[in-house]
């Protein structure tokens, strides 16, 4: 039942857009600020936006770059001890990141 409302919601979207609904909107061109995560009390966002602005990245936000960066070492990397090293050390991450977000 919900594919049938995004079907919907899409076709309604392209519809809008063909009659030119959504031309000139605000912010038209710009990035999205996508700071914000709408889950979070407006307490836990204002203590983000302090963190942020004074330079602290999460140990979360760091861990997936990692991860990401190993992932992307493995594509180019042969097997052997190098690579067993490196898969070794993704693992390490993904577990930490995991530990992260079940006691976190």
């Known amino acids: 039942m919900a594919r049938i409302f995004e079907i919907l919601a899409e076709q309604r979207l392209q519809d809008a857009v063909r009659r030119g609904e959504l031309d000139n909107l605000p912010g038209a061109g710009q990035p999205l600020e996508l700071d914000d995560d709408p889950l979070l009390t407006p307490e836990q966002r204002l203590f983000n936006r302090i963190l ?9 936000v760091l861990l997936r770059k990692e991860i990401a960066a190993l992932r992307e070492r493995l594509a180019d990397l042969p097997d052997g001890p190098v690579r067993e090293a490196t898969l070794r050390e993704l693992a390490r991450c993904c577990l930490t990141l995991l530990e992260t977000k079940n006691h976190g």
């Open 52 to 60: 942020k602005n004074a330079g602290f990245t999460p140990h979360e």
